[in-house]
């Protein structure tokens, strides 16, 4: 069964941290370029942040430059995001893809989401 599974999400206070992984199974992530959406609620899902299949480049949201790093860890076939400095604008559903192939467009295979809530 192939499946990509979010983890790592929660509630943190403004200026905290948090690291989400996305693991696959039933397929490998190796070469492939990975994707971090996200949805709040009454908006539409918007891009946070991509790596290609090769590691050597990533792209990110205007809004989260600087504060969140995208990373490939090829040996546990995961990809994480670590999310510094969050802000209460943050708080959505984080949702991570696998593309078809290298380059950060047509993702296929989806993951169920992970609550982020940055509150004080």
């Known amino acids: 069964q192939l499946q990509l599974v979010e983890s790592g999400g929660g509630l943190v206070q403004p200026g905290g941290s948090l690291r989400l992984s996305c693991a696959a199974s039933?397929?490998?992530?190796?070469?492939?370029?990975v994707g971090w959406f996200r949805q709040a609620p009454g908006k539409e899902r918007e891009g946070v942040s991509c790596i290609s299949g090769s590691g050597l480049s990533t792209n990110y949201l205007d809004s989260v430059k600087g504060r969140f790093t995208i990373s490939r860890d090829n040996a546990k076939n995961t990809v994480n995001l670590q999310m510094n400095n969050l802000k209460p604008e943050d708080t959505a559903i984080y949702y991570c893809?696998?593309?078809?192939?290298?380059?950060?467009?047509?993702?296929?295979?989806w993951g169920q989401g992970t609550q982020v809530t940055v509150s004080s």
């Open positions: 893809a696998a593309a078809r192939g290298a380059y950060c467009v047509g993702y296929v295979y």
């Open positions: 039933g397929f490998t992530l190796d070469y492939t370029a």
